[in-house]
């Protein structure tokens, strides 16, 4: 099993940045693909970042192309740079897991493994 813990976020202004990071664990977490979701209040969970199963390709929901930046380093952390902030994107944000070659990185229903969440909120 996997364990996920978000954090870095806070309270940013219009056209500010923030850097959240996802602490992953667990004994099989090389066997997991990454993501990055996002819920605002009253809304469903959306797609915002990902990593394909092999982790040479990166994907993007149209929202966020161009600003925000998904990355990893060497201990298995995984980041979100979010640049141009704005308030559209003020959510709970969610790093997660999906656990096979076979599942789909846009749907969150294919995700097995999802941190607490952390609170991004930008005001105008």
């Known amino acids: 099993q996997v364990q996920l813990v978000e954090s870095g976020g806070g309270l940013v202004q219009a056209g500010g940045s923030l850097r959240l990071s996802c602490a992953a664990s667990g004994r099989t977490f090389s066997r997991y693909a990454m993501g990055w979701f996002r819920q605002a209040p009253g809304k469903e969970r959306e797609f915002v970042a990902a990593?394909?199963?092999?982790?040479?390709?990166t994907y993007y929901a149209d929202s966020v192309k161009g600003r925000f930046t998904i990355s990893r380093d060497n201990a298995k952390t995984v980041y979100l740079q979010m640049n141009s902030l704005k308030p559209e994107d003020t959510a709970v944000y969610y790093c997660?897991?999906?656990?096979?070659?076979?599942?789909?990185?846009?749907?969150?229903?294919?995700?097995?493994?999802w941190g607490q969440g952390t609170q991004v909120t930008v005001s105008a």
């Open positions: 997660a897991a999906r656990p096979n070659y076979y599942s789909d990185y846009r749907q969150k229903g294919d995700y097995s493994y």
């Open positions: 990593f394909s199963w092999s982790g040479g390709i």
